[in-house]
């Protein structure tokens, strides 16, 4: 059977706040009671700090009694000194000079209840954002994989009687998805692992831009490999989110768009990464195109490239289709 100490301070210094009432009133010698007074002072510190913090509840309630009898026990223990002699003033002041310190442990242990609640609020919101990443990573890895196992079953299907080499095909690259899909579910264990103080994966950089174009149908990459050595490791894996997630909603939204470009070039004193898709097909919808958007993409994606140091941009491009870009500063140490 274990004890709850945290429970026990209220109603230990309420009990013992009584008792150095009572032991005042019977003129218990003033050493004594200053002794005891003491350990008050200590007790209050501790109900400060460890009693319920609502005050509604009955364990709050009996922490606010005790309290206040523990500020008027020390208070009232050196009344009886100048009793016979002082005047009322004077006694106000003896009591009220003995309340100060009552007070002053009150108020450390409520500024140690606010240091601890407020290292508390910083751990939950540390959560909360390691949690928010997670799901960002399976938005922005894993959704592309699997919209492009949905595109190619959708391909499959229309070409398995007339062409079943291209059928099979397309199972390949259903393949090759589905196991990309995995390694991105790895990274989200391996993310947890690292939470919990276990190994951890890096997160894909720009060096997988091409077997990212390459599994994309139709998709062209034209990459400048200095502009690409030139970003930060947190810019080169949120440029490799830019891609990731324009061209997953190029397959949500623009399914059979003929042309579909991926580029990393110089712009300026940065880095430019951009995603342009020309216009989709009349009524090249299918399933997927029909499909409800998950509406936290681009948003999500604003908030990392900021993050990273840069701006993103994405509207519609000059022959109707769509055009995303992204640019980054270039980092200093990669310039040396």
């Not at 490799?240 to 399914?255: D, G, K, M, Q, S």
């Not at 999500?300 to 022959?319: C, M």
Request: aromatic share 4%; hydrophobic share 50%.
């Amino acid at each position: 059977m274990t004890v709850n100490l945290r429970a026990v301070w209220a109603p230990l210094l309420a009990s013992a706040s009584l008792a150095g009432i009572v032991a005042t009133a019977l003129g218990v010698p003033a050493v004594r009671l200053m002794l005891w007074s003491g350990f008050l002072l200590l007790l209050l510190a501790l109900v400060a700090r460890w009693s319920p913090a609502r005050s509604g509840t009955v364990a709050g309630r009996s922490g606010t009694v005790a309290g206040v009898l523990g500020v008027v026990a020390v208070s009232v223990w050196p009344v009886p000194l100048v009793w016979e002699t002082g005047s009322w003033l004077e006694i106000s002041g003896v009591a009220g000079f003995w309340a100060v310190p009552a007070l002053g442990a009150a108020a450390a242990g409520g500024y140690l209840r606010r240091q601890a609640a407020r290292m508390e609020q910083a751990v939950r919101d540390a959560r909360r954002d390691q949690q928010l990443e997670l799901a960002r990573d399976l938005h922005d890895f894993v959704a592309h994989d699997v919209s492009a196992i949905v595109v190619q079953a959708q391909a499959a299907r229309f070409v398995a009687e007339q062409d079943p080499g291209q059928a099979v095909r397309a199972l390949e690259r259903i393949e090759t998805a589905g196991l990309s899909a995995l390694a991105s579910m790895d990274r989200t264990v391996h993310a947890l692992q690292e939470a919990a103080g276990g190994p951890t994966a890096p997160v894909p950089g720009l060096d997988r831009l091409p077997e990212l174009v390459g599994r994309f149908e139709g998709g062209a990459l034209d990459a400048d490999p200095e502009a690409m050595r030139e970003l930060s490791r947190e810019a080169d894996t949120t440029a490799y989110r830019v891609a990731v997630e324009a061209l997953t909603n190029i397959r949500r939204h623009a399914p059979g768009a003929a042309v579909v470009r991926v580029s990393v070039r110089r712009a300026g004193a940065g880095t430019e990464v951009s995603v342009t898709n020309s216009a989709a097909p009349r009524g090249g919808g299918g399933l997927l195109a029909r499909r409800r958007r998950s509406g936290t993409g681009l948003a999500g994606l604003r908030a990392r490239v900021e993050a990273a140091g840069g701006t993103l941009r994405a509207g519609a491009a000059e022959d109707g289709g769509w055009r995303v870009c992204a640019v980054f500063p270039a980092d200093e140490k990669a310039l040396r």
